[in-house]
């Protein structure tokens, strides 16, 4: 029974039905009921936040039953210069220019700013995705980084005692190691802010040559080529969903 108000434990909302059917993302959904797009029990609804009964109520998309989708759980190796949206307004090449056409609903779990490369997961599974985005869970992902000149010592203990940014952004501490060059290092963080990374570096004087993912937990991505993609393991699958 569909309601104003959530009435039941097992009532959901509209827009988060139609995200773990694996139809669409949350945003996307939210914009599909929105604009007239989705029918509840054969009337058209447009509050994203109505709440229903997933053993009960009828989702429709002009007239067709929206059934959960086949999970999908894909590892991309993103190339610098490609946007992670789905379209771009000023005609950028994305990283689902880079997927087969049957990929469109997935979304991708976490960013990758433009000029970053490596690795990129992208799945139809809110769960899944929740599972590595959540600062809770604190998911390790390790970046290989290129600066413009070495780090400093006392730059690097910053990093590892955690930082607070110029804007007022606490920070935990970050593991960081040595890399095969003058100028290079891993960091390994359990954050995922925005442009973390790069924000860290900049503000200890620094500017980011190249900042480039290599693992999101124990997903690794290993000799994948550029602008190429694989679907992820089962055991990969579920180190992300058990990692505590």
């Not at 909302?13 to 604009?35: H, N, P, T, W, Y």
């Not at 880079?98 to 609903?105: A, E, G, H, V, Y």
């Not at 980084?145 to 006392?154: I, Q, R, T, Y």
């Not at 095969?180 to 963080?189: K, N, P, R």
Request: proline content about 5%; charged content about 30%.
């Amino acid at each position: 029974m569909i309601s104003k108000d959530r009435k039941e434990r097992t009532q959901i909302s509209l827009a988060r039905a139609i995200s773990k059917l694996g139809i669409a993302s949350r945003a996307e959904a939210r914009r599909m009921i929105q604009e007239g797009r989705i029918e509840v029990n054969g009337k058209t609804v447009r509050d994203p936040g109505l709440w229903l009964d997933l053993r009960t109520d009828r989702i429709t998309r002009k007239g067709r039953l929206l059934k959960i989708r086949e999970k999908i759980y894909l590892a991309l190796h993103k190339p610098a210069g490609v946007v992670t949206t789905r379209s771009d307004e000023r005609g950028r090449k994305t990283v689902y220019d880079l997927l087969p056409p049957d990929s469109r609903w997935v979304f991708p779990v976490g960013r990758l700013d433009k000029e970053s490369s490596g690795l990129l997961l992208l799945t139809n599974d809110t769960t899944f995705g929740e599972s590595v985005t959540n600062p809770e869970r604190k998911v390790e992902k390790k970046y290989h980084v290129v600066l413009d000149h070495p780090l400093a010592a006392p730059d690097k203990q910053h990093m590892e005692a955690g930082m607070t940014l110029p804007d007022g952004t606490v920070l935990s501490g970050a593991m960081v190691r040595p890399g095969s060059g003058v100028a290079e290092f891993e960091i390994s963080i359990r954050e995922g802010k925005n442009r973390q990374i790069r924000r860290m570096c900049e503000s200890l004087g620094y500017e980011v040559k190249r900042l480039h993912r290599v693992s999101i937990g124990d997903i690794r991505l290993g000799d994948l080529q550029v602008g190429k993609y694989r679907s992820l393991t089962p055991h990969e699958r579920a180190s992300i969903l058990t990692h505590k």
